[in-house]
């Protein structure tokens, strides 16, 4: 066993032993890469990153007593060490026998320190392989010599190059289990070229190793004499990273936090996405786009002459203009964009499926906004890389969407940025984080269509019906009774003179929306266009009265924030589910019941009752010409 | 161009962690254990939000156990860097005299992971930083750097938030916190040596020097005052030790040193054969998948 530890083990003792000073004086001028490792299930991941560790002396005898033993308890590998038990971390999935989430693990060479996101192999964790590769600089493919290039190869190097990975390495592992056959690898080797350059990747290294029995792992292994290449270490050590790039790049800081510990000192902290900065270098601040320069940069051993892409910094301007969380300090000449309509990768990680129209919180570096995302243009299989018709996304799926924004974002496209390109959707009421996209480009009509602006006012437009307007909004179970009370509203409304329109949930599906079904993506599109017709009819002066049953808050929430502050009334109408169904006046509820209607609210579709509504109406304590009554006397009192 | 080395990389990550909790939380703390980890946490945070002193105070979970070296240190560091201590000890294991000798496991339950509840209950954090790192451990392995926790402080595995890039989800319901871990990517070996080129002060205890000691249980435990009751036949002897980590002292295993300075400490860590938690007793418990028991039951 002491045998496979050799190469660059003893060599890092040997020094640190005789001149720790000059070891430690190596480290510190040690680079960082961070890489990841995918492949198919049983290729062999969790072994090779065992193997670097075990290789690159960061196992202590402890564990390997531990691995050891369980290595003959538990192992796959007979008597021999079982590495892959060194990082499949998880009681569950020892037990299992599989790697079921993103791990991270750290080694170190002379020339580098590692981080290496194990991720997992299995179609259902596509999101756990999103989120490992999205901190990496390179990745490493694995394929087993037996089994050449898969779905799964196919998928993991997609979703690699998706997320913007320019160094991909082929590493075609268990070659011991093919006799080292030279003629296996390059056909490997040729199938994947052919495939990699279908999906966009210009370059790769191939490397055949067998992480089992360490061949090509720290050094040229005898039994393939016919390769030439590096051995995967030191390609590891020795591949460049795109630190150069991006500090070439103009100048990038998004605020993170302003720090004022007195009326004296005003600095802007964040961590720098791309370029340089020096003191007296021109910035502009967007989405502002005030100028002025920087005047210093601030840290706790002094200030610095010059801060570079990936340092965190605090700046100070030499003019006090305004600046706050969010904001993003530029280059002044070579600013970025800001719009608010985007087109979008979108990796979906929910189990909630996307909903076209719903809002969702939108992260990119320190900015968070409302972003409502439309039907997917496309989605992608990400085994054939075809592109499918699709109406939402699922877990797992990725597509391209047209997003917008209720405020400008600054950002620049992913692929000059991944730090202001990159974005998380956050679930408004789980919190959950629901996918992450990457920005393509704004959409020309964020920038070219502008607000017509109109010389008639919607006060204009009020004054001259001689009333205020306002959104009547009833929600409440199919049969609970809105159509009937929002009637009787209506009509003593018209009767007082007002200027009313009634919005109905049958009619409209009529007309405006027959092109929407049931389902939870269509239900919100539903209300998102009821909304934006009210809001026009309540900008003409008009009080209008809607009866959907809009089962979600989230929606009812999102229509509240279209209207002008005290022009929305939400109204439940309260109506027990046992109550309703036993009126079933349109006989639906039996219907669904049956099983002959799907997606009924109530039945197979939920309901989210208002929590605080303007106006609740318990129907089973008063008449609908009641509820009426006090409907109107809460508007007009 | 400048290169970043790994160490500068390394702290610029865990300052961004930390000026995004500031930003999002309503109420952060920094636990702080007084331990290496402990010591370049709070480093690191007077360099995030210099001149500003950190807007977060210190907690301080206390078993009453802890070296006598670790709570002058404490001290020190909060006079320092001029932030709010607060000292936390769970009332329930003061009023029973919980100790390590007499209660085993209860002694950690109670005190530490307990104690750590009633503090962020009482006080109303909603994030609380930690020193743990990623390397410790195996299930720490796969701890997200932002650890969502429920309403009653468990750890979900399987339902942790996809962290993607540098964008942290800090967004929770009322009652719901958030532990953060800006160490998540650090070594050792990186601690160590951040350490020593910052000069950032340390529990003398990492270092060398003659100390009376008893072996027990295969650990070499320090009397580092007369609260270690001796058993029969037991005496004192001074041996030059030193402490790979600190916990709480009877609990923590010392090795035998001569590293007395910072470079000889880490020539030694990094000649040495066995794993940094090996000295603690804590992760002994529940076969393999101790930590992973504690960490689920709101252990830090």
Redo the contacts between chains.
Sequence with gaps: MAGMAEGGRYQ??AL??ED??A??DQ??????LRFITCGSVDDGKSTLIGRLLYDSKMI????LA?LEA?SKRVGTQGQELDFALL?D????E?EQGIT???????F?TDK??F?VADTPGHEQYT??M??GA??ADLAVILVDARKGVLTQTRRHSYLAHLIGIRNVVLAVNKMDLISYDQATYEGIVEDYRVFSRSIGIDDFIAIPISGFRGDNITALSANMPWYSGHALLQHLETVEID??AD?AKPFRMPV??V???DLD?R?F???IASG?AKPGDRIRVLPSGRTTRIARI???EGDMD?A?A???V?VTFVDEIDCS?GDVVAAADAPPQAADQFEASIVW?SDQEMLPGRPY?L????QTVTATVQHPKYQINVNTMEHLAAKTLELNAIGVVNLSTDQALVFEPYETN??LG???L?DKLS???VA?GMLHFALRRAQNVHWQPIEVSRETHARLKNQKPAVLWFTGLSGAGKSTIANLVEKKLVRMNRHTFLLDGDNVRHGLNRDLGFTDADRVENIRRVGEVARLMADSGLIVITAFISPFRAEREMVRQMMMPGEFFEIHIDTPLFEAEARDVKGLYAKARRGELKNFTGIDSPYEPPEDPDIRIDTTKISPEEAAELIVSRLIP | MKILTHLERLAAESIHIMREVVAEAEKPVMLYSVGKDSAVMLHLARRAFYPSTPPFPLLHVDTTWKFRAMYELRDRMARESGMELIVYRNPEAERLGINPFDHGPVHTDMWKTEGLKQALDKYGFDVAFGGARRDEEKSRAKERIFSFRSANHRWDPKRQRPELWYLYNARKAKGETIRVFPLSNWTELDIWQYIQLNKVPIVPLYFAARRPTVERDGLILMVDDERLPLRAGEVPVERSVRFRTLGCYPLTGAVESEASTLSDVIREMLLTTSSERQGRAIDKDAGGAGMEKKKQEGYF
């Design positions: 890092a003792d640190v032993a720790v000073e070891y430690l480290h510190r001028h040690k680079t960082l202590f005898e402890d564990q531990a369980d990082v971390g998880l009681a569950a020892r079921i989430d993103v791990a991270y693990r750290f170190a580098r320190k981080i999101r756990n999103v989120t999205s901190t630190e150069a500090q993170q936090w720090n004022r510990p000192f600095g902290s964040g961590l340089t601030v840290t706790m010059e570079v990936g340092e965190s605090t969380r990680m919180w992260k990119l570096a320190t991944r730090r990159g974005f998380i956050i919190n959950a984080t992450a």
